[in-house]
Nanobody
Framework: QVQLVESGGGLVQAGGSLRLSCAAS????????MDWFRQAPGKEREFVAA????????YYTDSVKGRFTISRDNAKNTVYLQMNSLKPEDTAVYYC????????????????WGKGTLVTVSS
């Protein structure tokens, strides 16, 4: 099993940047592909980005391509989401997830989640 804890959320103005971190416990972190999802108020949880176990492959939803970058440091058991050029529509709770394959876009098949970190982008 793996336990996940997100951090780095906060309030930022449109056009600004934030870097989210997701720290994982357990010795098997490097064997898991990792995803970031987000959930805005009143909306379903949606896929944002994925990275394979070694960090050599990444995948993004269209709305964040060119603005967000997912990365991982297996030595630190941490996955990151660098978010640039933030928009008010990026406002959501952001969750990291450990997945069984790469990429996983359906949140209903994921078993390991963090509790989330809130990102608020003001206009």
């Amino acid at each position: 099993q793996v336990q996940l804890v997100e951090s780095g959320g906060g309030l930022v103005q449109a056009g600004g940047s934030l870097r989210l971190s997701c720290a994982a416990s357990g010795r098997t972190f490097s064997s898991y592909p990792m995803d970031w999802f987000r959930q805005a108020p009143g909306k379903e949880r949606e896929f944002v980005a994925a990275i394979n176990w070694g960090g050599s492959r990444t995948y993004y939803t269209d709305s964040v391509k060119g603005r967000f970058t997912i990365s991982r440091d297996n030595a630190k058991n941490t996955v990151y989401l660098q978010m640039n050029s933030l928009k008010p529509e990026d406002t959501a709770v952001y969750y990291c997830a450990a997945t069984s394959s790469y990429p996983v876009l359906n949140p209903n098949v994921i078993h390991y989640w963090g509790k989330g970190t809130l990102v608020t982008v003001s206009s």
